[in-house]
């Protein structure tokens, strides 16, 4: 008799207990499931902002889980120590190196950090070679390979027509030069800046094609980084000062023509000038990465019609991919454009202010004497 009682009781509870947790466990699977769905839901956010930031390796393509990436060179310096290694060490992200490792929230997101005792993140000294670095490293060389031919092909044919990509060069350059450097700074000085003001143009204007492109080894968002903005801006602004003469620090500092109680007591005018030095290269790095960084965003954006789309059903995909594709197409012929626009203003505002550096104000002078 004990024995049935014994396994009578057993039964009991074993059913108790899957009665308790059947409900739990299927939840708990179904939270899973959805959990797993939303790991494989397309999310259009991510996408556009990993294609346009700056990463630690070159991704090219997907097949299948197996991700086809050029690792590049990693450059620390932590704690009096130099560190080298291959950026395919972090295994995209997902594993660390040596105590360091990619930060996958917080402000430091996406940069190479070391972790303390406590927690804390402490990001070491960074002179690795990233996508954008490795993309301004082939940008550069294709710059001066080609500019290098054009030369060679001057020296040649100096009495003859230009020819082959020389014909496509030379009115670029020339308008550079005669409705540029020289309508802005004046026949005096434009000669000085005319080898700066070509080079910040073609520099913009291959890089801004080349990301247009999105097949290695193009497709990076060079000037579509505020950091690459922000040098060039800063290489203008630094011309602007060295080459500043006493009469512009005079109109900064003195302006002629404004009224003594509005520079003192206390100097408005000089203020807002001063300002305004400040302001110029600000512009002129803000301006770029904007347009360029928004001409991106849309372009990856109608593409991510088709998958957002695609998710609810498959017809609505493929009806979606028609728009998508024919406006991907249309606003990529406006990039063109929009690509020698941003490097035509780039450097017309940077001749603008260089002008303005050197400009001579006697006329000014007699002007102020004469009110």
Known sequence: MRRPRIAYITTCLLFFFLLINTPQSVASEAVHEEQAAEAKAFRPGDMIISHIVDAYDWHIADIGHTHITIPLPVILYD??????????KFEHGHAAYHGFEIAKEGALKGKIVRYAADGTAIRPWDFSVTKNVFAVFISSILLILIFLSVAKAYKKTRKHAPKGFQSVVEPVILFVRDEIALATIGKKNYERFTPYLLTVFFFIFFNNLLGLIPIFPAGANITGNIAVTGVLALFTFGMTLISGNKNYWAHIFNT????????????????????????????????????????????????????????TSLVAGYGMSVLSVTMSIFMNFLELLVAFIQAYVFTLLSSIFLGMAVEEHEHEEHHEAHH
């Open 256 to 311: 002629p023509g404004v009224p003594w109680w509005l520079k003192l007591p206390l100097p408005l005018m000089p203020i807002i000038e001063l300002v305004g030095v400040f302001t110029k290269p600000f512009v002129l790095m803000i301006r770029l990465f904007a347009n360029i960084t928004a001409g991106h965003i849309i372009i990856l954006g109608f593409i991510s019609l088709i998958f957002v789309f695609g998710q």
């Open 79 to 88: 704690e009096g120590k130099w560190h080298f290694f291959m950026s395919g």
